[in-house]
């Protein structure tokens, strides 16, 4: 797959992640916020599980022990980012998450830095800084006083920002993208579920209400947007990757517009440009520099 399939493919994901917010902050009438992460991700497990056989008999490398144990680490960082998100919902405005949800934008080049010592180049970094503001411009350029559900959303962008860099480098060591995904739900939908009935109450009658809800985050949003995620990843840098991906505050607002009949005031008008200028700087900015070495310079980038 070509670099610029897979930022496609990551485009369409935000696409999708940015529509998701509607159905996971709608569809908890009776349900809890740990039990829809759970039921959801039941659903995305079944959806991709067919993948999952097909890739396992056309990669031959087997898998090693210390694969296995990182992928379960990566488990845990994204089953705690999506429980914690899915509580914060619960418990702040869509403003406040959306801003804190977009903070793994900026994570995202520091951890890799500081874990993996991955450089990120100098484009990245603007890219991040104008991802975040026109994130916070598009949720109002304020922020109220930030309470239980704030922390926790704060928490899952910190998962969130440690799982686009794993699930990156895990991707270059297995090059099994469809085995990861399906890690990742299974412990999120027994993790979820466990709760779920054990805490919240969940039953049958709540689920059959929020049906569609969990259908499009479940089938939509986690069996086909995070398994895009996996594939593309392998062949698009993780900094690279958290820029296009912070689209989905922009999408989120389009949607939220067309469905919920919300306006976007001239502050987020400011915020959707903002941030597919991020978007585009990181896409065009690296080829923009490599055209002007080659063709007016004479040089020639380092392998």
């Known amino acids: 797959m ?157 998962c969130f920002a440690a799982q686009v860099v794993l699930i990156g480098l895990l991707l270059r060591r297995t090059g099994r993208p469809m085995l990861l995904s399906a890690l990742q739900y299974g412990l999120c939908s027994v993790a979820g579920l466990a709760v779920g009935f054990g805490l919240e109450g969940l039953n049958i009658e709540a689920i059959q209400v929020n049906w569609m809800q969990l259908a499009y985050a479940g089938i939509i949003s986690g069996g086909i947007a995070y398994t895009l995620q996996a594939v593309a990843q392998q062949h698009t840098p993780a900094s690279d990757a958290a820029i296009i991906l912070s689209g989905e505050g922009l999408f989120a607002a389009i949607a939220g517009a067309v469905m919920l009949g919300e306006t976007l005031g001239w502050l987020q008008i400011w915020g959707c440009i903002l941030i597919m200028l991020a978007i585009l700087l990181v896409e065009v900015g690296g080829l923009l520099k490599n055209a002007l070495l080659r063709g007016v310079l004479g040089f020639k980038n380092k392998p």
């Open 2 to 158: 070509t670099r610029l399939r897979a930022d496609i493919l990551l485009f369409i994901t935000a696409i999708i992640w940015g529509t998701a917010f509607i159905a996971q902050k709608t569809g908890m009438d009776g349900i809890g916020p740990f039990g829809f992460a759970g039921v959801r991700f039941v659903l995305s497990l079944l959806v991709i599980l067919p993948l999952v056989w097909r890739e396992g008999r056309r990669v031959q490398v087997p898998v090693g022990r210390r694969d296995w144990w990182m992928a379960l680490g990566l488990s845990v960082i994204f089953t705690a980012g999506v429980l914690f998100q899915q509580l914060g919902i619960l418990h702040t405005t869509v403003t406040n998450a959306g801003f804190l949800t977009g903070l793994y934008v900026v994570l995202v080049p520091f951890i890799a830095w500081v874990l993996f010592r991955i450089r990120p180049r100098a484009v990245v970094w603007v890219g991040s800084v104008m991802a975040l503001a026109g994130v916070w411009l598009l949720n109002g350029a304020q922020l109220s006083q930030l309470g239980f559900g704030d922390l926790m959303v704060m928490a899952c962008a910190v």
